[in-house]
């Protein structure tokens, strides 16, 4: 049953009892109620954060002025800076959290190739495993703000945002209580861990703040600890809490719609969407609990190849064959649409490059075969990472090469 039909549901036995109780409700009890029906919902985390300029947000235009966002414009958005600029007149942010994770490998345990016959695999990150996140998270903001308007009797505006909106829903989250920011920039909960994706509803209603004036955030629990910053196989983090997204194999395999910078080819490994290795790393995790939803579990599409077509540790050589009518089809509804087919394969090809196959290995004929088509296809992005595999593999040919990025190294490095 969708959730709104669920909330309108339990609504209809008892609203005009709650709507005479909530009339001389206070912030507070509104607050402990919103969390209830966030909880009811099936959110793991909820809290409310004042609608503020947030000190962390004061680092934001340095960031952005040394070009750690790359492409992604979106970020330049001055309303960034406060959630009171997203909408007049805001007065809080309620943020919620919904854990993701699952009982399966993680991405530094799991094999590379996890039925030898298959072929070699590439890697698809946690996050999008399953169901699209936007709308399950989406779906289930909305039933908040449905039962909030049921509830609660004055008018006033909300809206609610998963990645959609000029929000920075970490920093908002950290001040809703939630969490603190860690240094591999991700919002980590002392007994969840850091698998957990985040909304967050900006409105013009008066509520109590999770922390109240005299309580501080969640401690930073980093410690002395830099794990996950020498596991980066791209140097992404480039200063504790600092992120050049640029060099982030989750930018480079679903923002950026150009060719991966040559220099970040090899470092990018099997990964063909996504990354979880500053978070497979992190000792918070390492005890997370496994999410109590079904939407998250991998996808298995279509078993024929032995399991090659699990969105779980997926087949390279289903991902290089897929047309685009059946990546519509395979992924329909999932967060893997968003790299679109050219970004897929494109990413699949410099998998398979990584691999480095070679004659007589399972799959070898087959998959040098697709890369030949690809090579030789019109798509010049694709022709040429294509080209880049073949190279590895030992077939090079005289298309030209990846070019340069202008990708500023890290600190230290290059
Ligand atoms: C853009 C974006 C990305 C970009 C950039 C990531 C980034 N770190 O910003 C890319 C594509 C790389 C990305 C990757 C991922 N993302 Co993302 N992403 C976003 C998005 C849409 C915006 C984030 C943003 O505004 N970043 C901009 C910069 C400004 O943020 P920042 O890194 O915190 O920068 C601050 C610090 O550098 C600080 N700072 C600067 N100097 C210094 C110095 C010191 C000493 C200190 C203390 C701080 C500091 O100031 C900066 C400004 O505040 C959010 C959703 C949202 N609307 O918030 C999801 C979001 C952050 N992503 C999320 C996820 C799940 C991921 C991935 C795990 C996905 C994956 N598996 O591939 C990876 C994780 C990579 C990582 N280590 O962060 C989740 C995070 C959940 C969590 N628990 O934290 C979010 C919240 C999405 C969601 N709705 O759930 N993402
Ligand atoms: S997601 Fe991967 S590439 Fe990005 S910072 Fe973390 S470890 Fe590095
Ligand atoms: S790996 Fe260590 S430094 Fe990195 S986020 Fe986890 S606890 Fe913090």
């Known amino acids: 049953m969708p959730v709104s039909m669920h909330w309108r549901g339990i609504l ?7 709507l005479r109780q909530n009339r001389s409700m206070s912030n507070a009890d509104r607050t402990a109620r919103v969390i209830e029906i966030s909880r009811a919902l099936g959110f793991d985390l909820c809290g409310v954060a004042p609608s503020a300029e947030f000190p962390e947000l004061a680092r934001l235009e340095e960031w952005l002025k040394r070009g750690h966002a790359g492409e992604m414009r979106y970020l330049h958005d001055p309303r960034r800076h406060s959630p009171s600029l997203a909408m007049q007149g805001a007065r809080c942010v309620i943020v919620c959290a919904l854990n993701y994770n699952t009982s399966l490998p993680s991405s530094t345990e799991a094999p590379n190739e996890i039925a030898s016959q298959i072929g070699p695999r590439g890697w698809i990150s946690r996050y999008a495993w399953g169901d699209d996140y936007h709308k399950v998270l989406g779906g289930k903001l909305d039933g908040l703000i449905e039962t909030m308007r049921q509830e ?3 008018p006033f505006e909300a809206r609610g945002y998963v990645d959609t ?24 909960n002392e007994e969840l861990g850091s698998w957990l994706f985040l909304g967050a509803i900006v409105t013009t209603l008066d509520l109590a703040v999770s922390l109240g004036p005299a309580e501080a955030p969640a401690p930073d629990l980093c410690g002395n600890c830099r794990l996950c910053i020498d596991a980066c196989p791209t140097s992404a983090i480039v200063e504790p809490y600092v992120l050049d997204a640029r060099r982030c194999i989750s930018y480079l395999t679903i923002e950026l719609r150009d060719a991966i910078p040559a220099e970040l080819r090899e470092p990018m490994g099997r990964h063909v969407f996504g990354c979880d290795i500053c978070q497979d790393v992190c000792p918070w995790n390492r005890r997370a609990p496994v999410s109590a939803l079904p939407n998250f579990k991998p996808r298995h599409r279509d078993l024929k190849l032995g399991g090659a077509n699990s969105l779980f540790s997926p087949g390279l050589e289903w991902l290089v064959s897929l047309t685009e009518e059946e990546f519509r089809e395979v992924f329909r509804g999932s967060p893997v649409k968003r790299a679109k087919w ?11 490059g990584n691999a480095r196959l070679r004659p007589g290995e399972p799959r070898y004929e087959e998959i040098r075969a697709r890369l030949a088509q690809l090579a030789a296809a ?8 294509a080209q880049w595999a073949l190279d590895r593999l030992g077939f090079p040919a005289s298309l030209p090469q990846a070019p340069e990025t202008g990708v500023v190294p890290p600190s230290g490095q290059g």
Do not use: Q
Request: proline share 4%; glycine share 10%.
């Open 152 to 154: 609660f009797p004055e």
């Open 342 to 352: 050219r970004g897929l394969v494109r990413n699949a090809c410099i998998a398979i």
């Open 12 to 18: 209809r036995l008892d609203k005009r009892a709650r």
């Open 378 to 385: 019109g798509d010049a992005l694709i022709a040429e990472h």
């Open 165 to 188: 909106g000029p929000v920075v829903e970490r920093v908002a989250a950290k001040y809703a209580g939630l969490g603190w920011l860690a240094k591999n920039t991700c919002l980590i």
